[in-house]
């Protein structure tokens, strides 16, 4: 394609940004509260260290604040569910996040589990991905739910198209096929065992790119004007599928770095205000 779309995640993060100002400093006046949202840090994996600083500084820029709280790389799942019951009881605390990974020792389901649901704004827990598969209220994974705005926002059709998405993690894969599933797209699951992966990936409107490895997705798996997003991040500023060569045959696409990543943050952000709204309509 000679002048594909090029879906700014950035773009679209930063309106969002002055919309959930707006909705703080409103939410402030009405209740003197400030919305929190509380990090665990298991450990000091230098990308999760990243990516709470990143998570703490959005809480500054729409007004919000954040509570981090670190626990050492020792830690055993008693002591991170024990963590997790403090900010359940917390009534300052709107919203409540687990740093993925954990170390090995950890439990991780089970500690997304203990998770309340009205706190799950990263949609960790699995009755919330439940309900969000049935169409039901709930707090959508992060990452999923910036890949349906970006989606929603540049008004890709999703009825009745093709949708393959290439990995099926629990917090990435899987809800984001359940998310299009239920906006009518018809939806391929692709891993490690699927058979003629670069087939199946061809029939494809929309592309998913959630495997984890740098540019695994090649242009000639790519139907020509077919969406690709991609919601990989991997070292060098890489994402899952090969972007350069892939712009070339796709219609639109989503940039690494600019495209899921800024619309990962600000979803969590959302729902963390929304969480305190809710509260605040609830008291």
Request: charged share 20%.
């Amino acid at each position: 394609m000679a002048n594909p779309l090029i879906l700014d995640g950035k773009k679209i993060a930063a309106e969002l940004q002055e919309e959930l100002k707006t909705r703080v400093a409103h939410l402030v006046a009405k209740t003197g509260s400030i919305p929190i949202l509380a990090t665990i840090l298991v450990g000091n994996d230098p990308a999760s260290v990243t990516y709470v600083r990143m998570k703490g500084n959005a809480c500054k820029r729409v007004g919000m604040e954040s509570l981090k709280l670190e626990l050492p790389e020792s830690s055993t799942t008693g002591q991170v569910l024990a963590k997790i019951q403090e900010l359940n009881k917390n009534k300052d605390v709107h919203g409540i996040l687990l740093q993925h990974p954990v170390p090995e020792q950890v439990d991780e389901q089970l500690c997304f589990n203990s998770i309340a649901l009205e706190k799950d704004v990263d949609g960790v827990n699995t009755t919330s991905f439940g309900r969000m598969a049935m169409g039901q209220k709930a707090y959508f994974s992060a990452t999923p739910l910036a890949i349906l705005t970006i989606l929603k926002y540049y008004n890709i059709p999703l009825q009745g198209k093709d949708a393959v998405v290439v990995g099926r993690s629990p917090i990435l894969g899987k809800p984001v096929a359940m998310m299009l599933l239920n906006e009518n797209a018809t939806v391929t699951i692709c891993h490690s065992k699927t058979q003629n992966l670069p087939d199946v990936v061809k029939r494809a409107d929309i592309v998913v790119g959630a495997v984890g490895k740098p540019e695994f997705i090649k242009a000639d798996w790519i139907k020509k004007g077919a969406v690709v997003i991609d919601a990989g991040y991997n070292p060098g500023n890489v994402g899952d599928t090969d972007l350069e060569a892939i712009q070339h045959v796709a219609s639109a696409y989503t940039p690494v770095p600019g495209g899921v990543g800024p619309m990962t943050i600000i979803s969590l952000m959302r729902q963390t205000v929304e969480a305190a709204e809710r509260f605040y309509t609830i008291e």
